[in-house]
């Protein structure tokens, strides 16, 4: 797959997920969680995306909280899960936060809270390079890290915490 196309695909893909969320709020009139990966390159369904995204599914389970709906999919574009959830979206938030900042594998999991006007709740600090712990963004702009070198400390820590269970 050309990288090009398949870039113009990850953003149609962003707004269908958008138009997505946004029906899951007006259907229910509720907080929605969007669960996604952050793996770089072309190929976003790995065998280690896949391992990711059911651990970050098993994850917020784990809240136990009341579903109106819950969509999950799998594309070339990447693993992607939404939840119409019946809790406070800063609630969730604080929770979601925790998961990405606390669990071996949280690095990798994009988990936004959408609140019931529509509005994304933002995280209170930016995310780290996975390598460098600098700003994320700032070094995905620069390209700073080679996508190899990042999909091989991914690897490695997947490999790692699965060592652990």
């Excluded at 709740?121 to 390598?131: A, Q």
Aim: charged share 35%; glycine share 4%; net charge positive.
């Amino acid at each position: 797959m050309k990288c090009d196309n398949w870039l113009n695909r990850v953003l149609e893909n962003r707004e269908l997920r958008q138009n997505r969320q946004w029906g899951l709020i007006e259907k229910f009139n509720s907080t929605v969680l969007s669960l996604s990966i952050n793996i770089p390159g072309c190929k976003k369904d790995s065998e280690d995306a896949k391992f990711i995204y059911e651990t970050a599914i098993k994850e917020i389970n784990k809240f136990g909280l009341k579903e109106y709906e819950k969509i999950l999919t799998c594309k070339d574009t990447g693993y992607e899960a939404l939840w119409a959830l019946h809790v406070d979206a800063k609630e969730l938030k604080i929770l979601t936060c925790k998961v990405e900042e606390s669990h071996p594998l949280g690095r990798f999991m994009d988990i936004d809270v959408i609140d019931s006007n529509k509005k994304i709740l933002s995280r209170e600090t930016s995310r780290k390079c996975y390598i460098c712990q600098e700003d994320a963004k700032k070094c995905a702009r620069s390209q700073k890290h080679s996508i190899k070198e990042l999909l091989a400390y991914i690897s490695k820590t997947v490999d790692d915490y699965k060592s652990s269970l």
